[in-house]
């Protein structure tokens, strides 16, 4: 591995043309749509009912469902299988992954498993050479399954999924999504309210629930979006992806994009000594706890895509 090479990719349109025409095609997904507006809209409450109990606890949760629940859970272990672990830690990460607000876990394996298979090329779920915004957000308000064809989503899964529909509890948790977040969100409420007042209980609903969410689901998605456009690449890789370091830094570890393209299956991300991978820490922790065995440390056991640039 050479100097890292620092490159932007050519800057995309904003693609909402495409949204567009996708969502007059295929129509729209309503729950989609409704779900992003409801958690944009909520944590518009959260500067008229700050506390610091609020605030720490949007802190904890970020930490819980995004690093945790989806860098941690659907993505290095669901997804790419970069260790192992027991069934009922598999459970409890899915668990908090749904509470990301980004999906069921069958859906988000699924589209990020064909992300890799198709990075950057026609039929990638959420390539900015379709467009920035498109790779960022617009790509999920077109339905990508009508109600009419539950065939192809069934198909769907079990092309990209087949390991987690075997699973015998995946599915079923899988199926709790919405349930869930209503009873996080209810729960938090209740909690501020009845230890404390209403207003802290509308403070611990804005930031544990929605500013939270706000937050999780923009970074998340700006690995979708920024890291295919900006950052440098430390490998050569058949698709745009790059190492963005405030990416890096908002995301848990998850920024470092062009390392992970090009060495898939690596639990650790971070490369070189100053890409910070606090996700992966975790991953080493858990292990010396005997909580996980099996980690893809080294780009031998990576899947590379990828070689040195």
């Known amino acids: 591995m050479e100097s890292a090479k620092v490159e932007t990719a050519p800057r995309p349109a904003l693609g909402v043309?495409?949204?567009?025409?996708?969502?007059?095609?295929?129509?729209?997904?309503?729950?989609?749509?409704?779900?992003?507006?409801?958690?944009?809209?909520?944590?518009l409450l959260a500067p008229f009912y700050f506390t610091w109990y609020g605030f720490f606890l949007f802190l904890f949760l970020t930490w819980v469902s995004g690093s945790l629940g989806v860098c941690l859970g659907f993505h290095r272990y669901l997804t790419h299988g970069g260790f192992?672990?027991?069934r009922p830690i598999r459970w409890l990460l899915v668990v908090l992954g749904q509470l990301s607000g980004e999906g069921s876990v069958l859906s988000w394996v699924a589209n990020h498993r064909k992300?890799?298979?198709?990075?950057?090329?026609?039929?990638?779920?959420?390539?900015?050479?379709?467009?920035?915004?498109?790779?960022?957000?617009l790509w999920l308000f077109p339905a990508r399954f009508s109600s009419s064809c539950r065939e192809l989503k069934v198909d769907h899964y079990k092309r990209f999924v087949p390991d987690l529909l075997k699973d015998p509890v995946v599915p079923f948790l899988d199926t709790l999504f919405v349930p869930a977040?209503?009873?996080?969100?209810?729960?938090?409420?209740?909690?501020?309210?009845?230890?404390?007042?209403?207003?802290?209980?509308?403070?611990?609903?804005?930031?544990?629930?929605?500013?939270?969410?706000v937050y999780v689901l923009h970074v998340t998605w700006l690995i979708n979006s920024a890291t295919h456009i900006w950052g440098y690449r430390n490998y050569e890789t058949t698709d745009n992806s790059r190492n963005l370091w405030w990416v890096g830094l908002l995301a848990f570890g998850e920024g470092w994009h062009n390392n992970?393209?090009?060495?898939?299956?690596?639990?650790?991300?971070?490369?070189?000594?100053?890409?910070?991978?606090?996700?992966y820490w975790?991953?080493?922790?858990?292990?010396?706890?005997?909580?996980?065995?099996?980690?893809?440390?080294?780009?031998?056991?990576?899947?590379?895509a990828g070689k040195a640039a």
């Open 17 to 43: 043309r495409l949204a567009i025409r996708q969502m007059s095609v295929r129509g729209v997904d309503w729950a989609g749509v409704v779900w992003v507006f409801l958690v944009h809209a909520g944590a």
């Open 84 to 86: 192992d672990t027991f």
């Open 115 to 137: 992300h890799h298979m198709l990075s950057d090329r026609e039929g990638d779920p959420h390539s900015p050479r379709d467009g920035g915004l498109w790779a960022h957000m």
């Open 181 to 213: 977040n209503l009873a996080l969100a209810l729960s938090l409420f209740l909690a501020g309210a009845l230890i404390w007042d209403i207003d802290t209980g509308i403070s611990f609903l804005a930031w544990g629930m929605f500013v939270r969410l």
């Open 260 to 279: 992970h393209h090009a060495f898939q299956r690596m639990a650790k991300h971070g490369h070189r000594w100053w890409e910070v991978d606090t996700t």
């Open 282 to 304: 975790v991953i080493v922790l858990m292990e010396r706890l005997g909580l996980a065995w099996n980690v893809v440390k080294t780009p031998r056991g990576g899947r590379t």
